[in-house]
C-alpha cells in the first residue's frame, strides 16, 4: 500500500500499456488501491494471465495481449476495454525497451526497435485512447527516462526515443489541453527489482557506482513512482499538465557521471 491509501481515484478507469512487470505493475497496484478499475496490456499472453492474478485480488481488473507497436492491435484493446469498463480516465504508457551499446556498434535495428516500442508505441497507445478518453477529466501518463534530457554513454537509442516521449507528451498536452485532458511525464531514476536496472547494473561495484550518482545516495522504490502515478492522475494535479516530474532521488543533478567514459568501459568489461 502506497502513500494514497483512500479510494482517491474511485469509479475511475485506467488502462496501462506495458502494465503487466516492473513499474507499471506496481502503478496499476497502486491506482487499484486507490479505487481505479485498470486494464493491463502486454505482448505476451502469459504475462497478462500473471499480472490478472495478482490484481483481480484487488478488485475489477481486465487484461488485453497486443504489442504496442501495432496501432491497430493496441485500438482494438482499448474499444475492449473502454466497451467492459466506461470511458476512460487514465492512460499510462509505459513499455520501453532498452539495452547497452555505443552506438558505432548498434545496428539499425536495434536502434529502429527501441524508437518503435517507446515512441512509436506511447503515440499508439494516446492516439487509440483518444476516441474513449473522458472529456473533461482524462489524465495521459509517459513514463520516460533520464536518458531524454541527460547523455549517457551507450544509451543513444534510449535518449532518441524518450525525448521523443517527453515532447510528444507536451504535445498532447497543447493540442488536447482545450478539451480538458492532461499529458505528463513520470522521469524515474535507478528503481530497485526492475528488469531495466538489473540491465543497467550487472555487478555490485556498478551498482554502487549508481547509488554513488543519487543525491539521496539509495535506489528508489517502485512504490514511490506509482504515488506519483497516482497524484497525476488525481484531481490533486488538476492544474498540472505538460510536466516532466522526476522521481530519481537527484539523480538527474549529476548525472554526468552515471554512465561516463570510465564507468562505460567497465560496464563493457562486465562478466
Same mark, same amino acid.
Given at each position: 500500500?502506497?502513500?494514497?491509501?483512500?479510494?482517491?481515484?474511485?469509479?475511475?478507469? #485506467?488502462?496501462?500499456?506495458?502494465?503487466?512487470?516492473?513499474?507499471?505493475?506496481?502503478?496499476?497496484?497502486?491506482? $487499484?488501491?486507490?479505487?481505479?478499475?485498470?486494464?493491463?496490456?502486454?505482448?505476451?499472453?502469459?504475462?497478462? =494471465?500473471?499480472?490478472?492474478?495478482?490484481?483481480?485480488?484487488? @478488485?475489477?481488473?481486465?487484461?488485453?495481449?497486443?504489442?504496442?507497436?501495432?496501432?491497430?492491435?493496441?485500438?482494438?484493446?482499448?474499444?475492449?476495454?473502454?466497451?467492459?469498463?466506461?470511458?476512460?480516465?487514465?492512460?499510462?504508457?509505459?513499455?520501453? @525497451?532498452?539495452?547497452?551499446?555505443?552506438?558505432?556498434?548498434?545496428?539499425?535495428?536495434?536502434?529502429?526497435?527501441?524508437? =518503435?516500442?517507446?515512441?512509436?508505441?506511447?503515440?499508439?497507445?494516446?492516439? @487509440?485512447?483518444?476516441?474513449?478518453?473522458?472529456?473533461?477529466?482524462?489524465?495521459?501518463?509517459?513514463?520516460?527516462?533520464?536518458?531524454?534530457?541527460?547523455?549517457?554513454?551507450?544509451?543513444?537509442?534510449?535518449? #532518441?526515443?524518450?525525448?521523443?516521449?517527453? /515532447?510528444?507528451?507536451?504535445?498532447?498536452?497543447? =493540442?488536447?489541453?482545450?478539451?480538458?485532458?492532461?499529458?505528463?511525464?513520470?522521469?524515474?531514476?535507478?528503481?530497485?527489482?526492475?528488469?531495466? /536496472?538489473?540491465?543497467?547494473?550487472?555487478?555490485?561495484?556498478?551498482?554502487?557506482?549508481? =547509488?554513488?550518482?543519487?543525491?539521496?545516495?539509495?535506489?528508489?522504490?517502485?512504490?514511490?513512482?506509482?504515488? /506519483?502515478?497516482?497524484?497525476?492522475?488525481?484531481?490533486?494535479?488538476?492544474?498540472?499538465? @505538460?510536466?516532466?516530474?522526476?522521481?530519481?532521488?537527484? $539523480?538527474?543533478?549529476?548525472?554526468?557521471?552515471?554512465?561516463?567514459? #570510465?564507468?562505460?568501459?567497465?560496464?563493457?568489461?562486465?562478466?
Amino acid at each position: 500500500m502506497g502513500y494514497f491509501k483512500d479510494r482517491l481515484l474511485s469509479g475511475r478507469n #485506467a488502462f496501462i500499456s506495458g502494465g503487466t512487470s516492473g513499474i507499471n505493475l506496481a502503478i496499476a497496484e497502486a491506482l $487499484m488501491d486507490a479505487g481505479a478499475t485498470v486494464g493491463v496490456m502486454s505482448r505476451k499472453p502469459e504475462k497478462v =494471465e500473471a499480472a490478472l492474478a495478482l490484481l483481480s485480488q484487488k @478488485g475489477k481488473a481486465f487484461g488485453y495481449s497486443a504489442d504496442v507497436r501495432n496501432f491497430e492491435a493496441v485500438s482494438s484493446a482499448l474499444e475492449q476495454f473502454h466497451q467492459a469498463a466506461g470511458p476512460i480516465d487514465i492512460v499510462i504508457s509505459g513499455a520501453a @525497451g532498452n539495452f547497452v551499446a555505443p552506438a558505432n556498434a548498434m545496428s539499425s535495428n536495434g536502434f529502429k526497435t527501441v524508437l =518503435e516500442i517507446d515512441l512509436l508505441g506511447s503515440f499508439h497507445v494516446y492516439r @487509440g485512447a483518444y476516441p474513449f478518453l473522458r472529456k473533461p477529466g482524462a489524465s495521459l501518463i509517459s513514463i520516460s527516462a533520464p536518458q531524454a534530457t541527460e547523455t549517457s554513454f551507450g544509451q543513444s537509442h534510449v535518449a #532518441a526515443a524518450k525525448a521523443g516521449v517527453d /515532447m510528444l507528451t507536451k504535445s498532447l498536452a497543447v =493540442e488536447w489541453g482545450p478539451e480538458g485532458i492532461r499529458a505528463n511525464c513520470i522521469i524515474p531514476g535507478p528503481i530497485d527489482g526492475t528488469e531495466g /536496472m538489473d540491465r543497467l547494473t550487472p555487478n555490485p561495484a556498478f551498482r554502487r557506482h549508481i =547509488e554513488d550518482s543519487v543525491a539521496l545516495r539509495r535506489f528508489g522504490t517502485k512504490q514511490e513512482v506509482a504515488d /506519483m502515478a497516482v497524484f497525476l492522475a488525481s484531481d490533486a494535479a488538476s492544474y498540472v499538465t @505538460g510536466s516532466l516530474m522526476y522521481c530519481d532521488g537527484g $539523480m538527474t543533478l549529476s548525472m554526468g557521471g552515471a554512465m561516463s567514459p #570510465a564507468a562505460f568501459e567497465q560496464f563493457m568489461k562486465s562478466p
